[in-house]
């Protein structure tokens, strides 16, 4: 069964810092990686998808890696802000009982302090 | 283009009701979610569909539970009857092509069961 886990649970940084959120995960058989952002009383906004192939994937800000073998992957923001501020979770999608299966993980609140 | 429709936004309703919750997924995907988030549990995929097709229910908590996807741009989730403990906020979600495309996710149904 894959386990999804992020730490930290909560993070509050002071605007304009550089930060890392962490994802593991225990199989590393994986179709794809995928970040996403949940704003209060909002669905889930896509951030980033990471193939299990690749090794990094970049939109503004935003840098994704993976490391399979590890079963990790990083989201780095590049110089936070406010808005910036949300729960931030990870979804593995992996094939488990003849099925494509997704676990997310149970997510990071950030909160960046003007 | 609108993104995933989810109706109704909020339902409150007596313990014992039926309940049913509908998505409309982004035109042109061909594969749709039903997740049920919770504090305690997280996000939880309760089931999938492909090309209309139920693919992996595994998720569904109990019989109490289906879904439905008579056409390529119409789902529901039926509960019947409700429990207290089925009050949570279910998302659906659509994304073209599982394996290697990002999900879209709608802004949930914030259900209350008293």
């Known amino acids: 069964k894959q386990e999804v886990t992020q730490i930290p649970a909560a993070l509050s940084v002071p605007e304009g810092e550089n930060l890392v959120l962490n994802c593991s995960f225990t199989?590393?058989?994986?179709?794809?990686l995928q970040w996403f952002r949940q704003d209060p009383g909002k669905g889930l906004t896509s951030l980033l998808l990471?193939?299990?192939?690749?090794r990094e994937q970049t939109s503004g800000r935003l840098n994704a890696s993976l490391d399979k073998s590890s079963g990790r992957s990083t989201l780095y923001i590049a110089a936070s802000q406010p808005g910036d501020s949300a729960t931030y979770l990870c979804?593995?999608?992996?094939?488990?009982?003849?099925?494509?299966?997704?676990?997310f993980g149970t997510g990071t609140k950030l909160q960046v302090i003007p | 283009d609108a993104g995933v429709i989810q109706s109704p936004r909020h339902e409150v309703t007596e313990m014992g009701q039926e309940v049913t919750l509908r998505c409309k997924p982004i035109?042109?995907?061909?594969?749709l979610f039903w997740y049920r988030q919770t504090m305690m549990r997280g996000l939880e995929l309760l089931i999938y569909f492909n090309n209309n097709v139920p693919i992996d229910d595994s998720g569904m908590p109990e019989d109490r539970f289906s879904a439905k996807m008579p056409n390529a741009s119409f789902s529901t989730l039926k509960i019947q009857p409700s429990e207290p403990r089925d009050s949570a906020v279910y998302f659906c979600?659509?994304?073209?092509?599982?394996?290697?495309?990002?999900?879209?996710f709608g802004d949930g149904t914030r259900l209350s069961i008293l």
């Open positions: 035109s042109g995907h061909n594969s």
């Open positions: 199989d590393s058989a994986i179709y794809n």
């Open positions: 979804a593995v999608i992996y094939r488990g009982g003849g099925y494509q299966k997704v676990t």
């Open positions: 990471i193939q299990s192939s690749q």
């Open positions: 979600a659509s994304s073209n092509n599982y394996s290697n495309q990002p999900q879209h």
